[in-house]
Nanobody, 120 residues
């Protein structure tokens, strides 16, 4: 059983930067593909970014491809989402998730989410 805890959310100005972190515990972190998703209340969770087990491959939604970066540190069991030049439409609750394979594998473990609000 993998537990995921996100942090780093908050209020950021449009065009600024923000880094989200996700701490994993309870499993072998390097066994999992890791992903970031986002969700506005009452809507489905949208895929944002994913990264392979050793970090050699990343996957991205077109809407954030040139602005957001995913990375991981297997020694620390951490995954990060660097958000550069965020826009107002990036305002969402962001979730970290763990999967046994690359997209579109199902994500079996989810964090509780962290709110990101982008002010324009």
């Amino acid at each position: 059983q993998v537990q995921l805890v996100e942090s780093g959310g908050g209020l950021v100005q449009a065009g600024g930067s923000l880094r989200l972190s996700c701490a994993a515990s309870g499993g072998t972190f390097s066994d999992y593909f890791m992903g970031w998703f986002r969700q506005v209340q009452w809507k489905e969770r949208d895929f944002v970014k994913a990264i392979s087990r050793a970090g050699e491959f990343t996957y991205s939604a077109d809407s954030v491809k040139c602005r957001f970066t995913i990375s991981r540190d297997n020694a620390k069991s951490m995954v990060y989402l660097q958000m550069n030049s965020p826009k107002a439409e990036d305002t969402d609750v962001y979730y970290c998730a763990a999967s046994n394979g690359p997209p579109p594998y199902e994500y079996a473990y989810w964090g509780q989410g962290t709110q990101v609000t982008v002010s324009s």
